[in-house]
C-alpha cells in the first residue's frame, strides 16, 4: 500500500473562509472563461447605460435649467455635447428648445433601459452557465471518487457542496455584478460632480465615509445576534422534529406539558435574540436612508451660497441634488456585499477542496482482454489488506474457488466479510499479486471492466427513482424490456410487479419508500439477472421479515445463483447449507473451511455461529460470544 | 407536495386570513399605533421634498437679488429637523410592526406544538413529520413576513400616494393630471409581471429542491451505482437535472431584468412630461424651479408603491394560504378523547377483558380487528403471533388507548378503559414500541423519559434489566453519554434494549413489549426474558414477537390472522394444535423443507 494516507476529516471540518482568497477568483475564471466575450459584451453595456443614466441628469440641470431657462452659456459643468445636441435637434426638427431637449430625454431614457436590461441577461447568463459548468464538474468528480472515501466522508456534506456552496458562489458573482453596475454611474456622476464643484464634491464625500463606518458598526453588533438567532431558530425546529418522530413515546410517557414548557423556553430565547436584531436593523436602515436626505440639506446650504458667489449655477446644485442617491447606493450595497463576500469566500473554499481531492482506484495503463464470457475462476493469494496502517483487516486470506461453485463466508461482526467482498470489486487499492479471475491478476483489469462481470448485491439495495423497469435495466443499453421482465419473473419478483398499480411502469418514490424491504431486495437480484454478471457477490440482508416473504427470498436467490461462480455472505442457514464451501472468517484469519456437515462436526466456531442463528454476533479471540453475562463474569 | 399544490390553487386565496385574527389581536394597539407613526414619518418625509424644491426656490430668488423670507442655512436647518423626525418615528415604527410580526409568529409557534402533542395516529398518517416541520417553518414565517413587512407596504401604499398628490396638486393641478394616466398602466403592468415573476420562481424553487434530491439520492446510493459501473450514465442524467436548474433560473432573471427595465422606463416617461410640459411652465413663470424638482423627487414616492403593489397582493395570498395550512393543523380534534368517569380505580391490577373487541381504520373496509374475545388475568404473561398486518400492533394500541378503541370493548379491572383519564392510562400500562426511538439527549434522559427527576440508581436497575449495563459502561460519558442524530449511533440491538430499559424502569402493573427483541441477540434475550420473568411475576405482561423461542415463554400464545384470533393456548397446546403455530415453529427451529412450510401457512387463512 504506497498510496498516501489521507484525513477524511478535513472534508468535514469548518473551513475559515473569513480571510479573502484571491487565489479562489483566478480559479473560478476558469469556468468563466468560455464565456468571455458574453461577458466582455456586458461590460461595455454597462458603461453606456451609466453614461446614459448621469447623461439625463446633465439634461435637466445644465441644459434645461441652466441653458434653457436661466439662460446661461458658461458653466463650469460639463454639458458632455448635449447643449449642441439639442441645438442640432432644435434646428433639424423645427421644435423649440424645450421639446428638444425632452426628446434628448426620451432618445437617452430607452438607450439607458435597453443596455442596462440586456448588461443585466448577458452578465447572468454568462455566471449561470459558468457555475453550471462548474457543478456539472464538481458532481462527475464526485462521482468517481472511490469507496474509501465515501467510507469516510458524510453524503450531507458532499451534497451541500454541490447545491448550497454552488449557490453562495452565484450570489457572489451576482452581486459582484450589480455591485460594479453601481460603481460605474458612481465614478461618471462623480467626475462630473468635481469639475462641477470640487469643494461641494467633497464635502459630500465626507458622508460616505459615516455610511461606512455605520456599516462596519452594524456588522460588528449584527454578527453575535445573528449567530444567536440562527442558532436559536436551528433549536427550535430541531426540538420540533425531535418530539414529531417520537411523539408516540412523548404520548405514552405523558411528556406533554414537559415538553411544551421546554419549547416555550426555547421559544422565548428566539424572540428575545429577533427583538434584539429587530432593534438593529431598524435603526441601521432608517439611519443609510437618513444620510442622503442629510446632504441634500447641505447641497441647498453649501451649494445655495457658492451658486450666490458665482463658483455654482443653480442647475449645478440641482445636478448635485440628483446624484445623492447614485453616491450612497453603491456603498451600503457594498457593506451587505461583504457577507455575501465571505460566505461565498468559505463556499469556494469547500467546493475546491471537492475538485482537488483526487483519491482514486489506480487503473491498469494496459488493461487484460478478457474474453467475451469467462468462466469464471477466483482465487485469493495470501491476501493482506488493511485500511488504516496497523490495523490489518485480512491477514494471509487464501482459497480458490472453481467456476460454479458457491462459497458462503461467515463470521461474527468484524471479522474483515464485507472487506473481501470490497476488494474483489476493486473498490479499494491492493497490491498485486494477491487477487486472480480466471487467473488473470485483479489489477490488471479496469475497474469497469470487471464490474461488469461481478454482480453485487449490497445489504442496502438502492432503490433509484424512476419506474420499476428502470430499475432493473438501470441504462444498460444490453438489456430488453422482455430480459427484465424475464429476469423478475425467475427471481419471484414479479407477482409482486404485476400487483402494483401500473406493473413494471410504476414509478418508485425516493429509494423504494413504497416497496417493503422484500420487495426491495427481490427487486435487487432481478436487477443483477437481468445484467447476467459470470461472478455473483452477495451481502445477504439480515432484516427481520416475515415467514412466506423470506420463503420467496430464498427461492429467487436459489435461480439468481444458478451456474454462477457465487460468494455470499451469508446469515441464514439456508443459504449456507446450499453453498459448496463455507469459509470461517474471524479477525481477518481463516478459521475454518469446509462443507456445513464438515464444519459442524468440528465443534469450532462456525458451531457457535449456528447456534446463535448467525446474527450480527461480536466473539471473543477463542471464538466465544461475548455477551452481557459473560462481560460480568 | 403535489396534492398541497392543488390545494393552494384550489382555494380562494383569501378565505383563510380571518383564521389569522385572534392572532394579530393582542398586538393590534401596537400595529395601530406603529400606523400612526408611519403617517407622521411620511409627513416629514414630504416635507424634506418641500423644503429642498424651496430651497432652490430661494437660490435662485437670490440670484436675482430678490430677498427671500428665510436664509439658506435657516432651510437647510430644517431639512436637517423634518429629516431627524423622519428617522424617529420611522425607526419607531418598523421596530414595532416588526416585533408585533415576530410576537405573532411566537404565538403561533406555541399553539401548533400544543396542538401536535395532542394528536393520534390517524394525525399523523395524514400529515408526515415534514410536511409539519414545512408548516412550521416557511407558513409561519410568511405570515410574520405579512405583518411585519405587509404592513409596512400598506402603509405607503397608502400614505404615499396622499402626500404626494396632495402636494403636486397644491403646485400644478395641470402637471399633475397630465402624469396620472401612467399610473394605471403601471400599476397593472406591475401586477402582470410579478404573477410571471412569481410562476418563475416557483419553477427555480421546484428545480432546485429537484437538483437537490438529485444529488441525494445519486451519492445515496453510490455504491450501488459503482458496482453497476452506472456512474457515466449518472453523470449524463444530472446533466439534465443542472441544465434544467440552469434555465429556469435564467429564465426568472430575464423577468426580473424586464421588470427592472419597464418600471424606471415608466418613470422617466412620467419624468419627460414634467421636464417638457414643466419647461414651459416655469419658462411662463406658472410654475418655479423648485416645484418642477420637486415634482421629479415626487414621482419616486409615486411610483413606490405601484411597484409594491404586486408583491403586496402576492404576500398576502401566500400568507392566507400559509394559515390555512397551519389551520389545518390547529383546527384538528384530538382523535383520543379525555373524558374520565370518575369512576376507575386509582392504581389497577391488570386484568383486561376484550369483549367483541372490533376496530377498523376510518376509510378501510375491512376491520383491524374482528370481534375478539379474551380474558388476561392479572399477572398473566400473553404472547401474540402473527403476520405483517394481522393486526397485531393495532391490537396493542387499543391498551394504552393511542387508538379512538370503542366503548364497551375493552375493559380494565372491570372499567372501560375509557372512564380511565389518559394519564393514569398511560402511565399504569406501559408499552414499548417496535420502533426504538431515541431522544437526542443523555442516555438517563431517554431511559427515564416519563420522569427525569428519577435518581440514576433507578437507571442503571432498569438498565440492568434490559441488559443494557455493559454497552453503557463502554462509553467514557456513561448514563451522560448523548444519542441519537446528534450524538452517539447506537446498533439497532442496543436501541431495542434501551427502549426497552425505558418500559421497565416504570414497573407498571402491566407491560406491552411490540417486537421488541428482533436485533437483540437470541442469548442476550434469554438473559433479559428470565430477568423479567422474575421482576414481573405478578404483574401483566403483553408481548409480540416473530420467535417461537421468545414466545415460548409467554403462558399463553395468541395466533392473530387477518384481525382475527386463529389460536390460542400455551405453547405445547398449540404444538399439540399443529396448526399455524406449530407449523411456525417448525420452520424456525428445524429449518426443514422451506416448501412445506409455505403450504402449511398458506393453508389457514382461508
Not at chain 1, 464526485?142 to 458532499?158: L, Q
Not at chain 1, 405514552?252 to 419549547?263: A, G, K, M, P, T
Not at chain 1, 439495495?461 to 427484465?484: K, Q, Y
Not at chain 2, 400464545?557 to 405453547?571: N, Q, T
Request: hydrophobic residues 45%; aromatic residues 8%.
Amino acid at each position: 500500500m504506497s498510496e498516501v494516507r489521507r484525513d477524511h476529516s478535513m472534508f468535514d471540518a469548518e473551513l475559515s473562509g473569513a480571510i479573502l482568497n484571491l487565489q479562489l477568483f483566478v480559479r473560478i475564471l476558469k469556468w468563466l472563461k468560455p464565456y468571455r466575450v458574453t461577458l466582455a459584451v456586458s461590460a461595455c453595456l454597462i458603461l453606456i447605460s451609466s453614461t446614459c443614466v448621469v447623461t439625463m441628469e446633465i439634461v435637466i440641470s445644465r441644459v434645461l435649467v441652466d441653458y434653457i431657462v436661466s439662460g446661461v452659456t458658461e458653466s463650469n459643468m460639463p454639458d458632455l455635447g448635449m447643449i449642441e445636441l439639442t441645438q442640432w435637434i432644435h434646428e433639424q426638427t423645427g421644435l423649440d428648445l424645450v421639446l428638444s431637449a425632452g426628446l434628448l430625454f426620451a432618445v437617452l431614457m430607452i438607450l439607458f433601459g435597453l443596455t442596462a436590461h440586456f448588461h443585466r441577461l448577458t452578465l447572468v447568463s454568462s455566471i449561470v452557465r459558468a457555475l453550471r459548468d462548474l457543478r456539472q464538474d464538481l458532481f462527475a468528480h464526485m462521482e468517481t471518487r472511490p469507496s474509501s472515501f465515501y467510507d469516510k466522508v458524510a453524503v450531507g456534506r458532499i451534497m451541500t457542496r454541490i447545491t448550497n456552496d454552488v449557490e453562495a458562489l452565484y450570489e457572489m458573482l451576482r452581486g459582484m455584478g450589480s455591485l460594479i453596475g453601481e460603481f460605474v454611474p458612481f465614478l461618471v456622476a462623480l467626475t462630473i460632480m468635481f469639475s462641477t464643484s470640487v469643494k461641494m464634491t467633497l464635502i459630500l464625500l465626507l458622508l460616505v465615509p459615516i455610511v461606512g463606518i455605520t456599516t462596519y458598526f452594524f456588522r460588528r453588533a449584527s454578527r453575535e445576534v445573528f449567530r444567536l438567532v440562527r442558532n436559536s431558530v436551528s433549536a427550535l425546529n430541531q426540538n420540533l422534529q425531535e418530539n414529531l418522530s417520537g411523539i408516540q413515546v412523548v404520548q405514552l410517557s405523558e411528556r406533554q406539558q414537559r415538553n411544551l414548557d421546554v419549547y416555550t423556553q426555547i421559544n422565548k430565547n428566539n424572540r428575545r435574540y429577533e427583538f434584539r436584531s429587530i432593534n438593529l436593523s431598524t435603526f441601521y436602515g432608517a439611519f443609510n436612508d437618513s444620510l442622503a436626505s442629510i446632504g441634500l440639506g447641505l447641497i441647498i446650504w453649501y451649494g445655495g451660497g457658492s451658486a450666490i458667489q458665482d463658483e455654482m449655477t443653480l442647475g449645478g446644485v440641482i445636478l448635485f441634488t440628483r446624484f445623492m442617491n447614485m453616491l450612497f447606493t453603491p456603498v451600503v450595497m457594498l457593506g451587505e456585499q461583504l457577507n455575501v463576500l465571505f460566505r461565498a469566500m468559505a463556499s469556494g473554499e469547500r467546493i475546491f477542496q471537492a475538485l482537488d481531492w483526487d483519491e482514486q482506484i489506480h487503473e491498469p495503463v494496459e488493461p487484460a482482454n478478457l474474453p467475451d464470457r469467462i468462466a469464471g475462476k477466483l482465487e485469493f493469494r495470501h491476501v493482506n489488506f488493511e485500511y488504516d496502517r496497523g490495523a490489518p483487516i485480512l491477514k494471509d486470506v487464501s482459497f480458490t474457488l472453481e467456476p460454479g461453485k458457491k462459497m458462503a463466508i461467515v463470521g461474527p461482526t468484524g471479522s474483515g466479510k464485507s472487506t473481501m467482498i470490497r476488494l474483489l470489486g476493486r473498490f479499494y487499492d491492493f497490491d498485486r499479486g494477491m487477487i486472480f479471475l480466471d487467473d488473470v491478476d485483479l489489477n490488471d483489469i479496469h475497474s469497469s471492466d470487471l464490474r461488469r462481470r461481478i454482480g453485487v448485491v449490497l445489504q442496502d439495495f438502492h432503490i433509484f427513482s424512476g419506474s420499476v423497469i428502470d430499475n432493473i435495466i438501470l441504462g444498460n443499453p444490453g438489456i430488453t424490456r422482455e430480459r427484465a421482465i424475464e429476469a423478475a419473473r425467475t427471481v419471484n419478483a414479479d407477482s409482486f410487479i404485476e400487483r402494483l398499480p401500473q406493473g413494471y411502469d410504476t414509478p418508485l418514490v425516493e429509494r423504494g419508500a413504497n416497496l417493503s424491504q422484500g420487495q426491495r431486495q427481490l427487486l435487487a437480484f432481478a436487477r443483477v439477472l437481468a445484467a447476467d454478471p459470470e461472478i455473483l457477490i452477495l451481502d445477504e440482508a439480515t432484516a427481520s421479515i416475515d415467514t412466506e416473504t423470506e420463503l420467496l427470498i430464498q427461492d429467487g436467490l436459489r435461480k439468481l445463483l444458478e451456474g454462477r461462480t457465487s460468494i455470499l455472505i451469508a446469515h441464514r442457514l439456508q443459504t449456507i447449507q446450499e453453498a459448496d464451501q463455507v469459509l470461517v472468517l474471524h479477525h481477518g484469519v481463516v478459521r475454518e473451511f469446509g462443507t456445513h456437515e464438515e464444519l459442524l462436526a468440528l465443534k469450532g466456531i462456525y458451531y457457535t455461529l449456528h447456534e446463535f442463528q448467525f446474527q450480527d454476533v461480536s466473539l471473543d479471540d477463542d471464538g466465544n460470544p461475548i455477551t452481557e453475562e459473560s462481560e460480568e463474569s | 407536495m403535489a396534492q398541497l399544490k392543488i390545494v393552494v390553487t384550489a382555494t380562494r386565496p383569501l378565505n383563510s386570513l380571518y383564521k389569522l385574527l385572534p392572532f394579530v389581536k393582542p398586538y393590534q394597539w401596537q400595529i395601530y399605533g406603529a400606523f400612526s407613526t408611519f403617517f407622521v414619518a411620511r409627513f416629514f418625509e414630504v416635507n424634506t421634498l418641500y423644503l429642498v424644491s424651496y430651497g432652490l426656490d430661494t437660490i435662485k430668488l437670490q440670484l436675482e437679488g430678490e430677498s427671500t423670507p428665510y436664509s439658506l442655512a435657516q432651510i437647510a436647518l430644517a431639512i436637517v429637523g423634518t429629516v431627524t423626525g423622519r428617522f424617529v418615528f420611522v425607526v419607531h415604527a418598523r421596530r414595532a410592526v416588526r416585533r408585533a410580526g415576530m410576537s405573532v409568529s411566537f404565538d403561533l409557534r406555541q399553539k401548533l406544538y400544543d396542538s401536535v402533542q395532542q394528536q393520534g395516529s390517524d394525525f399523523f398518517s395524514r400529515m408526515g413529520v415534514g410536511d409539519i416541520m414545512t408548516r412550521a417553518i416557511q407558513d409561519i414565517a410568511l405570515i410574520q413576513r405579512l405583518v411585519a413587512f405587509g404592513s409596512v407596504q400598506m402603509v405607503i401604499i397608502f400614505y404615499a400616494p396622499f402626500f404626494a398628490l396632495s402636494y403636486m396638486l397644491s403646485k400644478s393641478v395641470s402637471l399633475t393630471l397630465l402624469i396620472t394616466p401612467l399610473f394605471p398602466i403601471l400599476f397593472f403592468y406591475g401586477k402582470w409581471i410579478s404573477s410571471r415573476m412569481a410562476i418563475a420562481s416557483r419553477e427555480v424553487q421546484e428545480r432546485l429542491s429537484g437538483l437537490s434530491s438529485h444529488v441525494q439520492e445519486n451519492l445515496g446510493g453510490i455504491r450501488t451505482v459503482q458496482a453497476m459501473a452506472q456512474e457515466q450514465n449518472e453523470i449524463g442524467r444530472f446533466w439534465e437535472t443542472n441544465d434544467a436548474y440552469g434555465r429556469a433560473f435564467y429564465r426568472q432573471a430575464r423577468i426580473e431584468s424586464l421588470m427592472h427595465a419597464w418600471m424606471p422606463f415608466f418613470a422617466s416617461a412620467a419624468q419627460l412630461v414634467i421636464v417638457t410640459y414643466g419647461g414651459y411652465q416655469v419658462m411662463q413663470g406658472e410654475m418655479t424651479v423648485g416645484d418642477l424638482l420637486f415634482f421629479l423627487f415626487a414621482i419616486n414616492m409615486l411610483l413606490q408603491p405601484i411597484r409594491m403593489a404586486g408583491t403586496f397582493v402576492t404576500l398576502i395570498q401566500r400568507a392566507s394560504v400559509g394559515m390555512g395550512r397551519l389551520s389545518e393543523i390547529f383546527d384538528a380534534e384530538p382523535e383520543i378523547v379525555d373524558a374520565p368517569s370518575g369512576a376507575a380505580p386509582a392504581t389497577v391490577r391488570g386484568e383486561f377483558e376484550l369483549r367483541h373487541l372490533t376496530f377498523s381504520y376510518p376509510g378501510i373496509q375491512t376491520p383491524a380487528l374482528d370481534d375478539i374475545n379474551l380474558h388476561i388475568r392479572a399477572g398473566e404473561s400473553i404472547g401474540i403471533v402473527g403476520r405483517v398486518g394481522a393486526g397485531k400492533s393495532t391490537l396493542l394500541k387499543q391498551f394504552t388507548r393511542m387508538c379512538d378503541t370503542n366503548r364497551g370493548q375493552l375493559f380494565l379491572d372491570g372499567h372501560d378503559v375509557c372512564d380511565y383519564p389518559l394519564a393514569q392510562l398511560r402511565s399504569q400500562v406501559a408499552q414499548v414500541l417496535q420502533d426504538p426511538f431515541m431522544f437526542g439527549e443523555p442516555l438517563k434522559n431517554n431511559i427515564s423519559y416519563d420522569d427525569p427527576e428519577r435518581g440514576l440508581d433507578s437507571v442503571w436497575d432498569a438498565a440492568d434489566s434490559a441488559a443494557l449495563r455493559g454497552t453503557i459502561e463502554e462509553f467514557p460519558a456513561q448514563m451522560d453519554t448523548v444519542v441519537g442524530e446528534r450524538g452517539v449511533t447506537l446498533s439497532g440491538g442496543q436501541k431495542q434494549r434501551a427502549t426497552l430499559a425505558r418500559g421497565l424502569i416504570r414497573n407498571a402493573p402491566v407491560l406491552i413489549l411490540d417486537d421488541c427483541f428482533s436485533s437483540v441477540d437470541t442469548e442476550t434475550e434469554e438473559h433479559i426474558l428470565a430477568r423479567l420473568k422474575s421482576m414481573r411475576s405478578d404483574k401483566t405482561t403483553i408481548l409480540v414477537s416473530h420467535r417461537v423461542s421468545t414466545l415460548r415463554h409467554c403462558d399463553r400464545i395468541l395466533v392473530l390472522e387477518e384481525g382475527r384470533i386463529a389460536e390460542l393456548g400455551s405453547h405445547e397446546e398449540l404444538l399439540r394444535a399443529n396448526g399455524i403455530y406449530a407449523a411456525l415453529e417448525r420452520i424456525q427451529t428445524q429449518g426443514a423443507d422451506p416448501r412445506q412450510g409455505l403450504e402449511d401457512l398458506e393453508v389457514s387463512p382461508a
